[in-house]
T-cell receptor, first 114, second 113 residues
Framework: SQKIEQNSEALNIQEGKTATLTCNYT??????LQWYRQDPGRGPVFLLL?????KEKRKERLKVTFDTTLKQSLFHITASQPADSATYLC?????????????FGKGTHLIIQP | DTGVSQDPRHKITKRGQNVTFRCDPI?????LYWYRQTLGQGPEFLTY????????KSRLLSDRFSAERPKGSFSTLEIQRTEQGDSAMYLC???????????FGPGTRLTVT
């Protein structure tokens, strides 16, 4: 079965630095790979979506890369701020449009220290 | 507020009781999803609807679970004969077919005692 690995330990980053989160998966590549942010007690919030034929996507301070050869996505937050502290979830969409729902990783807890 | 809403936000029930949760998606979204999330885990897909048709169900959705979306609008998720293992956050999400990304509601936290 498909396995998704995200940094299991909390990631501590100093304010102003770039935070880099990793998502690795096994087996076949999804049509879309998505990143979500989740705060305690709340539902996930969509951040970025990248398709299997795309290498990189950017949105403001966020950047995501997708390497189907390595079966890996990297999620970067530049000029990090304490308000960026949250759990970040990687999600795989095999159907390319959500027809089978999303398969989520466990998430990485990011802490930005002032 | 035009986001996804869920009701109730919290539910405490005794083992063996039935519970029902409601989800109101973003009005123009034609897809609606249910997920379950336990502490320290990512959301797990349960089922989804396109308009009023239930198109996919996870093996996690035992025969004690049933979901409906009458008229392709709001949806309900019912759990019959609840078990302690059903304690979790139940998340609803909606999306447009053409975009793929999902908008999540705040969730319903179920505690089975």
């Amino acid at each position: 079965s498909q396995k998704i690995e995200q940094n299991s330990e909390a990631l501590n980053i100093q304010e102003g630095k770039t935070a880099t989160l990793t998502c690795n998966y096994t087996n076949y590549s999804p049509a879309y790979l998505q990143w979500y942010r989740q705060d305690p007690g709340r539902g996930p919030v969509f951040l970025l979506l990248i398709r299997e034929n795309e290498k990189e996507k950017r949105k403001e301070r966020l950047k995501v890369t997708f390497d189907t050869t390595l079966k890996q996505s990297l999620f970067h937050i530049t000029a990090s701020q304490p308000a960026d502290s949250a759990t970040y979830l990687c999600a795989l969409d095999y159907s390319g449009g959500g027809a089978d729902g999303l398969t989520f990783g466990k998430g990485t807890h990011l802490i930005i220290q002032p | 507020d035009t986001g996804v809403s869920q009701d109730p936000r919290h539910k405490i029930t005794k083992r063996g009781q039935n519970v029902t949760f409601r989800c109101d998606p973003i009005s123009e979204h034609n897809r609606l999803y249910w997920y379950r999330q336990t502490l320290g885990q990512g959301p797990e897909f349960l089922t989804y609807f396109q308009n009023e048709a239930q198109l996919e169900k996870s093996r996690l959705l035992s025969d004690r679970f049933s979901a409906e979306r009458p008229k392709g609008s709001f949806s309900t998720l019912e759990i019959q004969r609840t078990e302690q293992g059903d304690s979790a956050m139940y998340l609803c999400a909606s999306s447009l077919v053409i975009t793929g990304n999902e908008y999540f509601g705040p969730g319903t936290r179920l505690t089975v005692t």
